[in-house]
């Protein structure tokens, strides 16, 4: 998926579930759509993200690192 990061064991990326989840798609929808994920796939994907935001850091134009 051009290095995108997935479900392990799919092609689905973590950005589409994301995506869906940001349109108001519920879990539920998502599953049904999707019956080969699992709930923890869900949760997996949601901490992924988490974790990814988590090492960003910030510079202001004044040089400033948060």
Do not use: C, N, W
């Not at 997935?6 to 989840?21: D, F, N, Y």
């Not at 960003?56 to 690192?65: K, L």
């Amino acid at each position: 998926m051009f290095g995108k990061p997935v479900i392990k064991g799919t092609r689905i990326t973590v950005e589409l579930i994301l995506r869906k989840l940001s349109a108001g798609k519920t879990f539920a929808e998502i599953l049904t759509a999707h019956p080969h994920l699992m709930i923890e796939d869900l949760y997996a994907a949601a901490a992924f993200a988490a974790d990814y935001l988590a090492q960003e850091e910030i510079v202001f134009a004044d040089g400033i690192h948060m």
